[in-house]
């Protein structure tokens, strides 16, 4: 049974350009208790994805089709009041920048507090100051920050950006949601606490049994978190299968390239292959696959026609390399 | 090698952490000083790449800005081609410096050309127009932009790794000798990253270029430098031969740092326990004892200096107050 | 639709572009972007067509008044007026609204038997003329005072800051009724007294942005490529400033509309018999609500005029911020 379950969605926004397709029928699921990583560059649609599983997209923005599915319920035509009860309870998101995550001017300990009165509230528990206070207590010691006392008493301006996103990874542990969705939650931190906090969601994962779905463009953090790996470009799923799978015999030319393109080692021994080419209008995409300007296997048929999801064993994959 | 291009000897740099102005004088507060960089010494050769490595907090930024004299440091000496750095002669200095910078959406004029952006360091060389010219067509071709498409293209109708192209060429119109690049790549995405960095290589082959590389990606530092020097909390702790520190780091935190990083090579991150520490107030002895796990009683009373050999430096009580046996 | 739909359409969706979108053609600046978003807004559209009527006729009827009062040919002023607006008549005195004698009665009379509308087409330049002048005025000694006291820095920026300060801390209408007991009141003094208090806010502005502007990297660049202080500030500083003081610009022609037709409304500035819009509506209160006309007409023509500036302003400072609409 998928906690997630999104079947040929296609996402649109309205810009003063023109429309923009940001997601062009893509399909994936995640299981219980797993965690995908949805590795893309700028412009491949992986944050509109995010936004979409929670009714968060911005007001230009559509659903032109397809349908996702989350603990059973379908999303996209939900109502509004119906999408803010699953919003933090079924399924949680955390964002890049964690200055701007928490309410300023509320300390850590009353939005902590609050998070459980709505997740109470949307579950139709009852609400009690005592017992949530030491739930609160308990999560905070299990995101590993030292002193949690001193911690809950303090503002969100006092704390660094690693303590702040552990207190909201502690929040989403209040709120038990069924998925947690991570918008490039490290990226904006130090390697070392970058590497804390993977850790951390990594043993957390694995004691609550929470589903992950993160979303980064940096592939060596996806391997480090992820169960498989979805690669998108340019709005489509070009690669999915198991983070080993991929990361050790990639399949699609992008994610070739992608793995290929990153620094090891010295310079004098391994030269850097990067992708040829610069990144995809998305106003007015490539015809056939959006991938054919840059491939260095490029075929006839990839300029004419999109190549169709290929899948077998776990693996799928959009090229015309493959049937 | 002889003399080396850059030489810095015990660079200080404090900044004011709060506002200090005619109210808090008048009310005699005493001022707050963030260590920025405290007590560094360095040395960069003729023509090598020298990456400086280190998180936030680590000083990184602010040597590479005190060495492209962006900066007057509050301690200590800086020399360029043997000759002491002083406000008298900096503006003579500065014409062999450039520098480019992280952010390429920020370090364009958005409202100026590419051609205007590039010809800006050759406006006060004295050069005709047509030399001028002439140079900025050479220096775009030399980053791969061809002059008759991106002369009068605005910053805003490029890509990122446009812009860092024009960025870089800007950097080696006037010919400089010694180029600071800080986290020239860490912006870009990662396909974009390495053609840049192809790039950086390329140029550096040709020209003979010296780089100073500021990065806070470790795999991107081993792959383009000669030498390395790890920093924290504005300290030196570790430098050396590029290959030597990354494969046997001796440090405790260049170790945790290399262990923290993620790579496709294997999974399994074991990050250091703690943060980076408050500049205003830093830890007592060597700053990285709270963090560290092989922390003795003297680190916590005493910095230990940065010695070593030719090859491989390290601050260390770990290493006690003998040389470090080099490694090649 | 629903009331729903339509205030939204009123207000203009908020939306955003997924980032990283590279686009070939299209500008995302530049008057020529701001003129074709404007009009695909619709209702920005409108608000820009009556700023720019109001805006022409005012030229075209400043430059007449102007003109007829140096060749001493006053009556230049009201040729192209269905009526002269000082000239008394009292058979018509308050006359109410009605299409007779088209456009001569179509806002009423006041007691005087001067055609409301003549007065409006007629005070329009001076409202117009303050508007522009004191906004310019503004921001070109906020640009100076701004931009000095946030690139140097240091003493510089304290004192000026505190001289903008102390022109900040000065309540504007009191100014102007003080000024007006020193000058004599009239139009002059409201003008002096405007510019006078206007100024601050843009150098608050301007310092703001050379603040930011000082510790970008193409600034430094300049500094490492040898330029100093002044060309500096002529090349980078100035230019790249001006972006979002343009947004608050378009709003602020508003306010000083509003204020300046607040200072008429208490009596300064204009004098009677020449008529100016704030003065008409304090003037037309005691025949509230009988004659209506005479005080709520001029009420709403300042009012549609600061809304449709306070709309464009608007509209650009969503641009300029971000924040395209669709």
Not at chain 1, 215 to 220: F, G, K, N, V
Not at chain 2, 77 to 89: A, I, K, Q
Request: aromatic content about 8%; overall charge positive.
């Amino acid at each position: 049974m998928s906690v997630l379950k999104v079947k040929d969605l296609v996402v649109e926004y309205s810009t003063v350009y023109g429309v923009l397709r940001a997601i062009n029928h893509l399909s994936f699921e995640v299981g219980e208790a797993e965690s995908v990583g949805v590795v893309g560059e700028s412009g491949s649609g992986k944050s509109t994805l995010g936004l979409s599983v929670v009714r968060l997209l911005p007001p230009n923005a559509r659903y032109a089709g397809g349908s996702i599915i989350l603990d059973g319920q379908e999303v996209t035509r939900m109502s509004n009041s119906e999408a803010r009860r699953i919003r933090g309870t079924t399924a949680f998101m955390i964002f890049q920048d964690p200055l701007n995550s928490l309410n300023p001017v509320k300390k850590v300990s009353t939005q902590l507090l609050e998070a459980v009165e709505m997740r109470c509230k949307k579950l139709g528990e009852t609400y009690d100051v005592e017992k949530a206070t030491r739930e609160v207590v308990e999560k905070i010691r299990a995101v590993r920050i030292p002193d949690p006392e001193l911690i809950l008493e303090r503002y969100p301006h006092q704390l660094s950006g690693g303590q702040i996103q552990r207190v909201i990874i502690a929040m989403a542990l209040l709120m038990r949601p069924k998925l947690l969705i991570a918008d490039e939650p490290t990226s904006a931190l130090d390697v070392t606490i970058q590497a804390q906090v993977l850790k951390l969601m990594n043993d957390l994962k694995k004691e609550y049994g929470m589903s992950i779905m993160f979303i980064t463009h940096d592939i060596s953090v996806a391997y480090n978190i992820s169960d498989r790996i979805m690669v998108m470009y340019a709005g489509e799923l070009v690669e999915l299968g198991s983070a080993d799978g991929v990361i050790r015999s990639p399949m699609h030319p992008y994610a070739k390239a992608l793995i290929a393109s990153i620094p090891r080692g010295v310079m004098r021994d391994a030269p850097l292959e990067p992708i040829r080419g610069s990144p995809p209008n998305m106003i007015h995409p490539p015809s056939g696959c959006r991938f054919h300007p840059r491939c260095p296997f490029v075929m006839d048929v990839c300029r004419r026609e999109e190549p169709r999801e290929v899948g077998q064993d776990g693996r799928v994959v959009r090229c015309y390399l493959y049937g | 090698m002889d003399e080396p291009i850059v030489r810095a000897v015990k660079l200080r740099k404090y900044f004011l952490a709060t506002k200090h102005g005619i109210l808090e004088a008048l009310f005699r507060r005493k001022p707050l000083y963030v260590h920025a960089v405290d007590d560094v010494d360095l040395e960069i050769r003729r023509g090598e790449i020298l990456a400086l490595v280190g998180e936030s907090g680590s000083g990184k930024t602010t040597i590479g800005r005190i060495l492209a004299t962006l900066e007057k440091p509050t301690g200590g000496e800086l020399y360029f081609e043997g000759e002491r750095v002083t406000p008298s002669n900096v503006k003579q200095v500065r014409k062999k410096i450039q520098m480019v910078f992280q952010n390429p959406m920020e370090s364009l004029d958005p409202r100026m050309s590419v051609r205007q952006v590039v010809e800006e360091p050759l406006r006060t060389l004295g050069l005709s127009g047509d030399e001028r010219r002439r140079r900025v067509e050479d220096a775009l071709t030399a980053v791969g932009l061809e002059p008759s498409i991106f002369n009068h293209r605005r910053p805003r109708d490029l890509s990122g790794g446009q812009r860092q192209r024009v960025a870089v060429a800007r950097a080696i119109v006037s010919n400089p000798k010694f180029i600071v690049l800080d986290e020239p790549t860490s912006a870009l995405d990662a396909s974009v990253q390495a053609q840049v960095l192809n790039l950086l290589v390329e140029l550096h082959r040709t020209h003979g270029f010296t780089y100073l590389f500021i990065t806070h990606n470790i795999s991107v530092a081993r792959y383009i430098a000669d030498r390395v020097a790890v920093m924290y909390a504005g300290k030196i702790v570790e430098s050396g031969d590029v290959r030597s520190v990354m494969s046997e780091p001796r440090h405790p935190y260049s170790q945790a740092l290399l262990k923290s990083v993620p790579t496709v090579e294997r999974r399994g991150l074991e990050p250091p326990t703690g943060e980076v520490p408050s500049l205003i107030a830093p830890p007592s002895g060597c700053r990285f004892h709270p963090r560290c796990p092989f922390v003795m009683d003297v680190c916590r009373r005493e910095e230990p200096p940065l010695l070593g050999a030719d090859s491989v430096s390290v601050a260390c009580w770990l290493y006690g107050a003998k040389r470090v046996e080099s490694d090649a | 639709m629903g009331v729903k739909e339509i205030v939204k359409k009123f207000l203009g969706y908020r939306g955003t572009i997924p980032t990283a979108t590279v686009v070939k053609e299209g500008r995302l600046s530049g008057y020529r972007f701001y003129l074709d978003y404007l009009i695909k807004d619709k209702v920005a559209a409108v608000a820009l067509a009556i700023i720019t009527l109001f805006t022409a006729w005012s030229v075209v009827e400043g430059t007449l008044q102007y003109v007829g009062y140096a060749t001493r040919h006053r009556a230049l002023g009201w040729a192209l007026l269905p009526s002269n607006p000082i000239a008394l008549n009292f058979a018509a005195s308050l006359h109410p609204p009605s299409l007779s004698h088209f456009p001569v009665y179509i806002f009423g009379t006041n007691f005087s038997g001067e055609s409301i509308l003549s007065r409006l087409l007629y005070a329009a330049p001076k409202d117009a003329l303050a508007a522009y002048l004191v906004v310019f005025s503004g921001i070109i000694i906020g640009m100076l005072v701004g931009t000095f006291a946030g690139y140097f820095g240091g003493w510089a920026d304290e004192v000026l800051m505190r001289v903008t300060d102390a022109f900040l801390a000065l309540p504007g209408l009191v100014l102007a009724i003080a000024l007006s007991v020193l000058l004599g009141s009239g139009y002059n003094s409201v003008l002096i007294s405007l510019i006078l208090i206007w100024w601050p806010t843009y150098a608050r502005f301007f310092r703001a942005q050379a603040l930011s502007l000082k510790s970008r990297g193409f600034v430094e660049a300049s500094k490492l490529s040898g330029q100093n202080s002044l060309m500096i500030i002529l090349r980078h500083i100035f230019p790249n400033s001006v972006d979002p003081v343009i947004a608050y610009a378009a709003l602020d022609f508003g306010n000083v509309i509003l204020t300046y037709s607040t200072l008429a409304f208490l009596g300064i500035g204009i004098q009677p018999p020449y008529p100016e819009w704030g003065s008409m509506s304090s003037n037309g209160l005691p025949y509230f609500p009988q004659n209506w006309w005479w005080s709520i007409i001029p009420g709403l023509v300042i009012m549609t005029v600061v809304v449709c500036f306070t709309l464009i302003g608007d509209r650009m400072q969503d641009l300029i911020g971000g924040r395209l609409t669709y």
